[in-house]
């Protein structure tokens, strides 16, 4: 076996086919990092940097990501030395999440495939789950956008539906409306706020409740972090508390404890800083019997719709949704295949999505020539460097 990693590092933008608003962005375009890794295999990572959420964004991950990468690729000959460097530089891992996503994603798919088994295998998680059920997620806007999203997701017969609230309360009202009086059959609803009411929970309070009881939970209503207040939303509007940004490591966690009221935590492997950090998260959430959502990023590859199938057969019953799937009904071009990509009933069928049992199973082939800024390949890239 080869001793030296090769690396690369590059930013990935991919224009959207319909742009993504909700109350703290407009997004038109995917902003991702990619990290090739080769050694004996190649691995193929992602990460989303998101400023909103951990304070990242692409030209500093990318700029970190050069500098820690000879450390880390040291560490990182087998799985035993990646998690022991995950443990020693916890802290530093906490300020820098999703881009180190994309090199540990990288470095678990290059090392599962020279073991020649999945990545499932590699972290002795079970592969008996292999249909996945997706939450199609409503953007804010116009009632004839929600309407074409609908349409779409009637005729899928998907039942699962998350909605982005905005700043106008009429039209979160109308576009709930719209979702129950055309629902062809049962369904079931969440909202997402995005942090829409900063620490004004009385605000909250009003408008939520003015929109019960057409959800069953609501996300980041308030600004991340706010046990004492988002437990009032919650005890006041009589719904779960689902913690997205407010969860992002074991210290968040702490924060919550035994409030009387029902969280839910979304779990983002980009946003937990990787599988391995996400897994962890997941498995202290268990301990408190919370239910899981395994959350996605607007505007995420097949890499990380893949990933977050790993974290969702790790939750196992405590899953109550999974995010993300959106392939090609979402990016102009999704640069992975197979493309991951719900169909009827928002479903995945992983068994029949054509990937193989090594690594993800994803085809890396695509980094040498597809959305990158230059000729250069990252696997080639990658390769050289070895």
């Not at 030209?59 to 000879?70: K, R, Y």
């Not at 999703?98 to 495939?113: I, K, N, S, T, V």
């Not at 008996?128 to 059920?133: I, L, N």
């Not at 962890?280 to 893949?306: H, Y």
Request: glycine content about 10%; charged content about 25%.
């Amino acid at each position: 076996m080869t001793n030296a990693w090769g690396f690369a590092v590059r930013s990935l933008r991919i224009p959207l086919r319909v742009g993504v608003r909700q109350a703290s962005f407009h997004r038109a375009e995917s902003a991702s990092i990619v990290v090739a890794v080769a050694r004996d295999a190649v691995g193929v990572g992602e990460g989303c940097p998101r400023p909103y959420q951990t304070g990242e964004d692409i030209d500093s991950g990318v700029a970190w990501l050069n500098a820690i990468a000879p450390a880390a690729l040291a560490a990182a000959s087998d799985l035993a030395g990646l998690r022991e460097f995950v443990w020693e530089r916890r802290v530093e891992l906490d300020q820098h999440p999703a881009a180190w996503c994309a090199l540990e994603l990288a470095l678990l798919d290059a090392l599962a495939r020279e073991a020649g088994c999945s990545v499932e295998r590699l972290l002795d998680l079970p592969e008996t789950t292999t249909r996945f059920v997706y939450t199609l997620v409503l953007s804010d806007g116009p009632l004839e956008v929600t309407w074409a999203q609908l349409k779409r997701g009637f005729a899928a017969d998907i039942r699962c539906y998350k909605v982005k609230l905005g700043a106008d309360a009429q039209r979160n009202r109308e576009r709930l409306d719209l979702l129950w009086r055309l629902a062809p059959g049962p369904i079931r609803v969440r909202l997402d706020a995005n942090n829409l009411w900063g620490k004004d929970s009385k605000a909250a309070i009003r408008e939520l409740g003015a929109l019960a009881p057409l959800f069953y939970a609501v996300e980041e209503p308030l600004a991340p972090r706010c046990p004492t207040e988002l437990a009032r939303v919650a005890r006041q509007v009589d719904t779960a508390i689902i913690l997205d940004e407010s969860l992002c490591t074991l210290a968040d966690l702490a924060l919550y404890g035994d409030r009387g009221v029902e969280w839910i935590a979304n779990l983002k492997v980009s946003r937990c800083g990787g599988l391995l950090r996400a897994i962890e998260l997941a498995r202290a959430v268990q301990a408190l019997s919370w239910p899981v959502v395994v959350g996605g990023q607007v505007g995420e590859t097949s890499l990380l719709t893949r990933a977050g199938m790993v974290l969702a057969r790790a939750v196992g019953d405590s899953l109550a949704g999974i995010e993300g799937g959106a392939g090609e009904l979402l990016l102009a071009r999704d640069p992975v295949r197979p493309v991951l990509q719900f169909g009827a009933g928002g479903v995945v069928d992983l068994a029949r999505s054509g990937c193989s049992r090594r690594g993800f199973g994803l085809d890396a082939a695509w980094a040498s020539t597809v959305c990158m800024e230059d000729d250069d390949g990252l696997v080639e890239q990658a390769r050289s460097a070895m």
